[in-house]
């Protein structure tokens, strides 16, 4: 028996394992983007919850593409919350020169609020 066959109804090589001709199939290539933070918790989500999703994205060959998207859009949200929030309570850099202990803890409060508004808006939704 030859290891290798072509058929030329459907275009696709198979392979001889054992007794069985297996159909030689591969993924298309994905162009790989960095993905940062905000995409790696979202990949925990939907590789936990969404396992569907998750598979299709995969199969598909664009869950690093989706993924990166991702992480840019929350970076970006991340960012101007913080800065509308920060501008909205009156934290600036001159409360930062006259009271740094005040600054840092209303700096980082509002980091967890746009951290926990991204996070649900974001990150843990599909």
């Given at each position: ?62 869950l690093n593409s ?19 929030l920060a501008e ?39």
């Amino acid at each position: 028996m030859e290891k290798r066959i072509y058929d030329e109804q459907n275009g696709l090589w198979y392979e001889l394992q054992g007794d069985y001709y297996l159909p030689c199939l591969s993924l298309s290539e994905e162009e790989h983007k960095a993905i940062g933070v905000w995409g790696q918790r979202h990949l925990r989500y939907i590789k936990k919850h969404k396992r569907a999703f998750y598979a299709n994205l995969l199969t598909s060959c664009k869950l690093n593409s989706y993924l990166a998207d991702i992480d840019e859009q929350a970076k970006e949200m991340f960012s101007r919350l913080v800065k509308q929030l920060a501008e909205k309570e009156n934290v600036t850099e001159k409360l930062k020169a006259e009271n740094q202990m005040l600054w840092i803890q209303k700096m980082n409060s509002i980091r967890n609020r746009a951290l926990e508004i991204v996070n649900s808006e974001l990150v843990f939704t599909v």
